[in-house]
């Protein structure tokens, strides 16, 4: 217990440096981007005295390291606290309060911060808590696209090893990985939005059975890219596996080779795959920025390409700071699940 212990307080420890050096580097591009903020901010009419006290609120008349230890020593702090109800105190919230205007407030009265974003002129949490979750819903249905692909022609490519199965298995991984999203998500929509009418081309759709319609195609475009390194990771991991022992003991005992293949060697081979679907979905949930765009899908990615033609500076932080933080909290649930999992992995972290 005391080794597992140490090992997520290792990994914590990494994270929060990672994230730290993501943050840094994500706050001086945006501080680089041309443009007045504060301009954005108030509108092209404003006086200069509008224009100098909105840089005073915002600290942005102040030299570039003193804006970023403004945003680090804000990102999360103590603010109002929320009542029963869950609404803020006092009631106006804290959004009531110019210092906490662009918070987000939790339980406790501990807020995140990710600033103000110009273009919008919203809060940056505000904005992320509307497209995370279509984000996140994108990546799961891609997910399950891919490992349902990835299974299916690693299984076939290793079960018939020398065959035109294999051979049509691996033709078809090297097409979805040489095709890139911006080839792939076009094709569907020209194949199956086009010709066969049978989905949107794109959008989120109005109703609950139009929204899970349009996200087919991106789901798809997804999964077919990212499907073909799963199925090489699982057709090299089980020919490996079917030479081992265990498997000649299973076929001894009776077991077919469709059994030895699918119960005793598959098993053995999905932990590198969940490895590289936890690094997927966080990866996908940070935003897949050219198929979302492709889709206009409203999640984090389209939002990005906004915020980066707009030279919304802390927009861009603030998605390029969850993009990370959602790889890096994804890595370290697979570390310990790994960790919880296998015997082996807790004997070595002692």
Known sequence: MGAALAHLLRRLAWAAILIAGVTAVSFGIAYLLPGDPARMLVGPQASAAD?????????????VHVQFARFVRRLVHLGPARGNGGAAVPPEGARGDPEHRSCAAGPLGVHLDLGYSFHYRKPVVDLLEA????????????????????????????????????????????????????????????????????????????????????????????????????????????????????????????????????????????????????????????????????????????????????????????TVLFAAAAIVLATVALDLAALALDPRLRSRSR
């Open 131 to 318: 497209k995370v979750p279509r984000s996140v819903e994108l990546a799961l249905a891609a997910l399950v696209v891919q490992l349902a692909l990835g299974l299916a022609l690693g299984i076939v490519a290793a079960a018939r090893r020398g065959t035109a199965w294999e051979d049509a298995a691996l033709g078809a991984t090297l097409l979805g990985a040489s095709a890139p999203t911006f080839v792939i998500g076009p094709a569907l929509q020209y194949v199956l939005a086009y010709k066969l009418r049978l989905l949107p081309y794109d959008g989120y759709g109005a109703t609950a059975a139009d929204h899970l319609r349009s996200l087919v195609l991106p789901a798809l475009t997804l999964g077919i890219f990212g499907s073909a390194l799963y199925a090489r990771i699982v057709r090299e991991e089980l020919r490996t596996l079917l030479r081992q022992d265990f498997i000649r003991t299973a076929r001894a005992k009776g077991a077919s080779r469709l059994r030895a293949l699918v119960v005793h060697a598959l098993r053995n081979a999905l932990l590198p795959l969940a490895t590289l679907a936890a690094l997927d979905v966080g990866a996908l949930a940070g935003g897949a920025i050219v198929t979302e765009k492709l889709f206009r899908w409203p999640g984090v990615g389209s939002m990005a390409v906004e915020a980066l033609q707009n030279r919304d500076g802390p927009l861009i932080v603030g």
């Open 51 to 63: 224009l100098d006290r909105v840089r005073t609120i915002y600290a942005l008349d102040r030299p």
